[in-house]
């Protein structure tokens, strides 16, 4: 059975730092892409960004929103992946979850097919 | 930018069939492929529909998807509605242009 599980989340001052970790178990972690998705309070669902498995170059992708800001990385030997979130804006308060893709890259997009429970992430004064 | 447009909630009896939609704002929703999420209150997205119209094991086949050219958008079809169906439906597909996962704003089910 496919886990994600997250962890790292927090009330965080406006222009600090965090970092966010995904931790992975029951499929074998390298050979798929992950991307990040948050919730504000009450509204929809944003994609963050991606990034592809190491087959593909382990490359990434991001939203504008967060675009030179927010990074994702990963760590195939211990089955993590991170979101480091530097410069945070009270915008960015979310729950943010960590989802696999269906294969390494994207082919013709991103396809979720397994989602986390989510860690809030506060950003307040 | 592309965008997805669903409609704010929809509402339906239980046993009957309800389809929500969702538009592509331009190009060819054919081009990339649509993904399908079910959020139930205070919890988790689950994803319910991947390419367009593939069925995660364990999702039910009153859940089934589509795509329509002619008007640019995608479709969920839940069948032999249940209470338990009740939940926030969101689209997904892909901005190719700006290389960018896209959701539609999300649409409410009531099931009363």
């Known amino acids: 059975e496919v886990q994600l599980v997250e962890s790292g989340g927090g009330l965080v001052q406006p222009g600090r730092s965090l970092r966010l970790s995904c931790t992975a178990s029951g499929f074998t972690f390298g050979d798929y892409a992950m991307s990040w998705v948050r919730q504000a309070p009450g509204k929809g669902l944003e994609w963050v960004g991606f990034?592809?498995?190491?087959?593909?170059?382990?490359?990434?992708e991001y939203a504008a929103s967060v675009k030179g800001r927010f990074t994702i990385s990963r760590d195939d030997s211990k089955s993590i992946a991170y979101l480091q979130m530097n410069s945070l804006k009270t915008e960015d308060t979310a729950v943010y979850y960590c989802?696999?893709?269906?294969?390494?890259?994207?082919?013709?997009?991103?396809?979720?097919?397994?989602w986390g429970q989510g860690t809030m992430v506060t950003v307040s004064s | 930018n592309f965008m997805l447009t669903q409609p704010h909630s929809v509402s339906e009896s239980p046993g009957k069939t309800v389809t929500i939609s969702c538009t592509g704002s331009s190009g060819s929703i054919a081009s990339n492929y649509v993904q399908w999420y079910q959020q139930r209150p205070g919890s988790a997205p689950t994803t319910v529909i991947y390419?367009?119209?593939?069925?995660p094991s364990g999702v039910p086949d009153r859940f089934s998807g589509s795509i329509d050219s002619s008007s640019n958008s995608a479709s969920l079809t839940i069948s032999g509605l249940k209470t338990e169906d009740e939940a926030d439906y969101y689209c997904q597909s892909y901005d190719s242009s700006n290389q960018a996962g896209v959701f539609g704003g999300g649409t409410k089910l009531t099931v009363l």
């Open positions: 989802t696999r893709d269906l294969r390494g890259t994207m082919v013709r997009g991103v396809i979720i097919t397994s």
């Open positions: 990034i592809r498995s190491k087959a593909y170059g382990g490359t990434t």
């Open positions: 390419e367009d119209n593939q069925r």
